[in-house]
């Protein structure tokens, strides 16, 4: 059978031995471009098996005048959305740590009684929006997403508050500790 009667078959029929036929005749190709994105073996097997069960679904309303164009175009996709996803995932476990980094100034670990009064008094200055964020993080432990969701703001939006709220708190307590010294 050729590529276009093994389609025409598994549509009309909707039996996956066609499409399982024609999907081992091009499973190399499939798995060649998959390695070729992720270099690396498990990740190409389990984008294998997920294009296995997209084809099985697409294909059965798609119009496919070229199947080896079209499961390349298939495969492409896929192999650029789960990289997408997994680095949309990276960026948030880095902001996260870049949160608790050692370098960066955290409300929620001052233990000097005079910065913590300083602290309070800055954390009452800020924008209530940055200030909201600012103690659903520090003091509630809450996770941005959860944030998020309780407040009704994107992910980013979260990220931001915190980000700008936590420089100004940082800028107003050197400020203030500077006039006491001064």
Known sequence: MTDSEYIAAYQETKEVKYISALYEKYMTLIYGSCLKYFKNEADAEDAVMDIYEKLT???LTSDIENFNAWIYMVTRNHCFEVLRKKKRQSDKISDAESMYSETIFHPDTVRDEQTIALLKKCLEELEAYQQECITKFYYQKMSYVEIAESMELRYNQVRSRIQNG?????????????????
């Open 166 to 182: 936590r420089r100004n708190l940082r800028q107003c307590i050197e400020k203030s500790a500077k006039s006491i010294v001064s």
């Open 57 to 59: 679904k697409k294909a």
